[in-house]
């Protein structure tokens, strides 16, 4: 009966906890659609209120990449993976990241050691929480990705820790094949 009573406690407070984080079991979010604006190879600045992304987002992604939040760690299907391609931004599709700059850091998120141009970022500094940060920016439409800290590896020394969910992830061969295609299409052959 003992047994029965701190199981069903320990039920009970794990599922309070999920609920606090207001994530799934599996720390990522439903596929919604996309913004309007969302795009590879578009560079353009994205100007939008936190009310119209809230429209185009799901509530994960939106409480991660507009109102500053973060996913659990140990969560992430990126934290661990060893696919060859590029993370983009969830929200508008700028490229963040290739898969060559991430390593496995062990903080619960996805690290990278630097960013796929130093336009694809903007870092802002972050005191909350009682802490001193630099938080990290989408440069594109200045959605929340993480932080940085500098107890990364060589060669730039950096660890870009950044929530998968605000991640979108291509795989190398099939980015070649999208490009592949659109090049024949446009040729005509």
């Known amino acids: 009966m003992k047994n ?3 199981a069903a406690i320990a039920g009970v407070f794990a599922l309070a906890l999920q609920n606090c984080y207001g994530q799934s079991s599996s720390g990522q979010s439903t596929p919604a659609s996309k913004a309007p604006e969302y795009s ?3 560079t353009a600045p994205v100007k939008k209120s936190n009310d119209d992304w809230q429209k185009v987002l799901s509530p994960e ?8 939040g973060t996913e659990r760690p140990f969560t992430s299907e990126y934290e661990h993976s060893k696919e060859i391609g590029t993370f983009y931004c969830a929200v508008c599709g700028n490229p963040l990241f290739k898969s060559d700059a991430k390593y496995e850091s062990g903080c619960g998120w996805p690290s990278f050691f630097e960013p796929i141009s130093k336009k694809s970022i903007v870092e802002a500094a972050d005191n909350s ?4 940060r630099i938080e990290v920016m989408c440069g594109r439409c200045k959605s929340h990705l993480g932080h940085v800290f500098d107890d990364g590896p060589p060669p730039t020394g950096l660890r870009y820790c950044i929530n998968g969910v605000v991640l979108d992830f291509e795989k190398a061969k099939t980015a070649e ?4 295609s659109k090049k ?3 040729s005509g052959s």
């Open 4 to 6: 029965f009573i701190m």
């Open 40 to 42: 590879h190879t578009e």
């Open 61 to 68: 992604v939106y409480r991660v990449a507009r109102l500053k």
């Open 129 to 132: 929480l009682g802490m001193h």
């Open 177 to 180: 094949k999208k490009f592949n």
């Open 184 to 186: 024949k299409a446009e």
